[in-house]
């Protein structure tokens, strides 16, 4: 029976997007076939390899890669386009088959029995493969031909369908798929972790991310910082409450705050010589220090030419004024400071992403020689946050986000705590499933 490694199996999803002719680790293979349909969205390469054995009796061996292409932008506009539906299908966790699935188990049914009419006298052993979408192509292939196929290998797949789930299920139990299925991921991501995962999960540590970055830097500090804004406005709120503040500071040192981000995130690079003139700006034009003189002077909230813009605090107690107006910027920083994390938490996850995924990347994090991953870390589970499904993202993924952007220290949060952490930020993320 023919080997092939893990490592192998990656170079075939990757070069399945280019095209290229097997070379390096896998120079001994041969491109058997090549199909693509524009109208599914479905591209496979087939490659094979033949050992000659010295007795004439023996069987020759022979091993069979079908390699399932993901997701791919530059494969023309009709190819991406039903790839992208697919996608977009994929991401509902349907309990029903997809086109594009439909159309690989036909076609591989086909060439695996051509393989054996072709080559009677030979022992075949039978891979598939695939990265992304390829990847979730290739699982559901291994779960209808599970007999004739030895090992199913994945790169950053999104996970299994939820009909196809159930056929595993119902073939056989979790440990079978175990030794059959091997889904290789990096750092959990809105793809690899769309849906649940059948078999194996083992996450490579590929390095690709410095501990310590100038954008790393920044979005620690704004995370920090937006966080400081949040319990420094409910802070003063509830010493306003109590009587023992007027309660205004809050909205100058929110003022000044976003002051200071806007200015961070326009030109980190020099923003140490320009913050100081911003937040002397800032705080000369705070508008909330004006209402604090008018409160003090029992006139109420009101404009510079002295008419009341809420007639009803006029009639207030000055400590129930205060409470109220403070009580009004502890809630706009909240809903601001949680807003602006979101947005900067979402950036960088599509950033990282793009950077995750790249199957070119995935490649180097295997050992040449042995076709085995250099630091594999086996997970015992894997988080399915399910980022992609549209009902399920506001729940799930701003949900969480806004966890973060309130609550200190979270090991899952961009702030100081992380600054020298940045690994463990990214790690500490698949042990999310909540």
């Excluded at 491109?31 to 000659?52: I, P, S």
């Excluded at 409470?323 to 990282?352: E, P």
Aim: glycine share 8%; net charge positive; charged share 25%.
């Amino acid at each position: 029976m023919m080997e092939v490694t893990d490592g192998q199996l990656a170079h075939f999803s990757s070069i399945v997007y280019s095209g290229d002719a097997p070379q390096g680790r896998t120079s001994g293979f041969h491109q058997y076939d090549h199909y693509e349909n524009e109208d599914t969205g479905l591209g496979v390469r087939v490659y094979t390899t033949f050992q000659c054995e010295t007795s004439t009796d023996a069987p020759q061996e022979a091993a069979s890669v079908f390699t399932w292409r993901g997701t791919d932008t530059t494969a023309g506009v009709q190819m991406a386009t039903a790839q992208l539906k697919c996608n977009m299908e994929l991401r509902q966790d349907p309990d029903h088959d997809i086109d594009i699935v439909e159309e690989a188990v036909v076609y591989m049914e086909d060439k695996l029995r051509k393989l054996t009419e072709q080559f009677p006298d030979t022992q075949w052993t039978h891979y598939t493969t695939g990265h992304s979408l390829g990847g979730f192509v290739a699982n559901a292939c291994q779960i209808r031909f599970d007999d004739q196929l030895k090992k199913c290998v994945t790169f950053e797949n999104p996970g299994v369908a939820k009909f196809w789930r159930k056929k595993a299920e119902q073939a056989h139990d979790k440990q079978h798929w175990q030794e059959k299925v091997l889904n290789y991921v990096t750092y959990p991501n809105p793809i690899n972790t769309c849906l649940p995962h059948i078999g194996k999960v083992v996450r490579l540590q590929l390095g690709v991310h410095k501990s310590f970055s100038i954008p790393h830097v920044i979005r620690c500090v704004m995370g920090s910082t937006l966080r400081a804004m949040v319990w420094g406005s409910v802070f003063n709120l509830a010493l306003s409450v109590s009587g023992k503040t007027k309660g205004f500071w809050a909205a100058k040192v929110t003022s000044v705050g976003f002051a200071a981000m806007k200015t961070i995130a326009k030109n980190p690079l020099s923003w140490p010589k320009k913050i100081r003139p911003k937040l002397n700006k800032a705080a000369n034009k705070d508008a909330a220090s004006k209402d604090t003189r008018a409160a003090e002077a029992g006139e109420g909230t009101s404009d510079p030419k002295g008419k009341p813009l809420v007639p009803v605090l006029d009639h207030l107690p000055p400590r129930f004024r205060s409470a109220v107006i403070t009580s009004v910027w502890a809630g706009s920083t909240v809903v601001a400071s949680t807003f602006g994390y979101t947005t900067m938490r979402t950036g960088a996850h599509m950033a990282d992403t793009g950077t995750e995924h790249n199957i070119g990347l995935i490649v180097g994090g295997f050992d040449d020689e042995s076709g085995e991953p250099k630091v594999p870390i086996t997970m015992e589970s894997w988080p399915s946050h399910q980022y992609l499904k549209k009902k399920k993202l506001p729940k799930d993924y701003f949900g969480r986000t806004f966890k973060e952007g309130i609550v200190p220290f979270k090991p899952t949060a961009y702030g100081l705590h992380n600054l020298l952490r940045r690994n463990d930020l990214l790690v500490s993320r698949a042990k999310v499933s909540d």
